[in-house]
C-alpha cells in the first residue's frame, strides 16, 4: 500500500520559517520524481515544486522561487520543503505528491499518482 504522510506545518509569524516532511512508503522512491503543491480555502491545487528522482532537477514556482528549497534523501524515503520568509499569502494545506516513474521534473497534478493528506501552514500578521 503507498502511502505518502506530510508532517511539520503549523502557524508561524512573517518572516518565518517551517520545514515540511514526506515519509513515503509502499514505492520505489527513488524511482519517483517528487512535489509539493498547495491548496488554500475556495481556490484549486496549485503547484509549489517538484524534485527529480536522482535529485538533479528542481522547479519552483515564481511566488516562492528565492525562499522555498525542495530537497530529497532516497536513503529515508523522504522529500522537504524548506520553507523561508514566509508570508500570509503561502497560508495552505500543503500536499506531498510522487509522480510518474520517470526522471524529469512535473508540474502539473495530473502528471502525479499518488496524493499524501496534506499539511496545514498558517501565517500570521
Known amino acids: 500500500q503507498v502511502q505518502l504522510v506530510e508532517s511539520g506545518g503549523g502557524l508561524v509569524q512573517a518572516g518565518g520559517s517551517l520545514r515540511l516532511s514526506c515519509a513515503a512508503s509502499?514505492?520505489?522512491?527513488?524511482?519517483?520524481?517528487m512535489g509539493w503543491f498547495h491548496q488554500a480555502p475556495g481556490n484549486e491545487r496549485e503547484f509549489v515544486g517538484a524534485i527529480s528522482w536522482s535529485g538533479g532537477s528542481t522547479e519552483l514556482a515564481d511566488s516562492v522561487k528565492g525562499r522555498f528549497t525542495i530537497s530529497r534523501d532516497n536513503a529515508k524515503n523522504t522529500v522537504y520543503l524548506q520553507m523561508n520568509s514566509l508570508k500570509p499569502e503561502d497560508t495552505a494545506v500543503y500536499y506531498c505528491a510522487a509522480g510518474r516513474t520517470w526522471d524529469g521534473i512535473a508540474t502539473t497534478a495530473h502528471q502525479y499518482d499518488y496524493w499524501g493528506q496534506g499539511t496545514q501552514v498558517t501565517v500570521s500578521l
Open positions: 509502499g514505492l520505489t522512491f527513488n524511482r519517483r520524481p
